[in-house]
T-cell receptor
Framework: GAVVSQHPSWVICKSGTSVKIECRSL??????MFWYRQFPKQSLMLMAT?????????EQGVEKDKFLINHASLTLSTLTVTSAHPEDSSFYIC????????????FGSGTQLSVL | SQKIEQNSEALNIQEGKTATLTCNYT??????LQWYRQDPGRGPVFLLL?????KEKRKERLKVTFDTTLKQSLFHITASQPADSATYLC?????????????FGRGTSLIVHP
């Protein structure tokens, strides 16, 4: 099956620093990748849709200047949390689809971000 | 407003029994519905998809039903095992608007006791 690799698995950083999370599709090309965040016992909340070669589409309420998304190739999308604050602490998960029609998502293993 | 509801209380069952999880939705016209499994600290893993014109889908010990009149999907695991313990998420993909992005419920935790 399609494999999505996400790094790092966890990161602890000081308030005010920036953190980059990578999402790679290992055995397929992903025109579209999605970034989610998840709080404990809550549902996955879509943050943005990342399209290769174009600007990401952000969901309402998500600050695009704070959560920078780059999808420079068909196998790599990155999410940078800029000037992180404790309220940004969360579980961030990427997913990708091998094609246009989304019949199922393939997820990365997630990144637990803790901002001190 | 659109809502997807899954029982927030954990479901505790004995090994060997059938687990049944519920996903209810309102103000949606889903093209199809997906079920995912999520283990703690991990990303979800796709299990099954059922389309709006399908009543039932099976895969090994898993069975999903979809009732668009009741606006409900049931997810069954037969002969449950402790290894089935996880959180199960349902997700709906809309049939209109051109978006194929699924919206997720918050999931139900299943605990299978040996």
């Amino acid at each position: 099956g399609a494999v999505v690799s996400q790094h790092p698995s966890w990161v602890i950083c000081k308030s005010g620093t920036s953190v980059k999370i990578e999402c790679r599709s290992l055995d397929f090309q992903a025109t579209t990748m999605f970034w989610y965040r998840q709080f404990p016992k809550q549902s996955l909340m879509l943050m943005a849709t990342s399209n290769e070669g174009s600007k990401a589409t952000y969901e309402q309420g998500v600050e695009k200047d704070k959560f920078l998304i780059n999808h420079a190739s068909l196998t790599l999308s990155t999410l940078t949390v800029t000037s992180a604050h404790p309220e940004d602490s969360s579980f961030y998960i990427c997913s990708a689809i091998p094609g246009r029609i989304n019949e199922k998502l393939f997820f990365g293993s997630g990144t637990q971000l803790s901002v001190l | 407003s659109q809502k997807i509801e899954q029982n927030s209380e954990a479901l505790n069952i004995q090994e060997g029994k059938t687990a049944t999880l519920t996903c209810n939705y309102t103000n949606y016209s889903p093209a199809y519905l997906q079920w995912y499994r999520q283990d703690p600290g991990r990303g979800p893993v796709f299990l099954l998809l059922i389309r709006e014109n399908e009543k039932e889908k099976r895969k090994e010990r898993l069975k999903v039903t979809f009732d668009t009149t009741l606006k409900q999907s049931l997810f069954h695991i037969t002969a449950s095992q402790p290894a089935d313990s996880a959180t199960y998420l349902c997700a709906l993909v809309p049939s209109s608007g051109g978006s194929y992005i699924p919206t997720f419920g918050r999931g139900t935790s299943l605990i299978v006791h040996p």
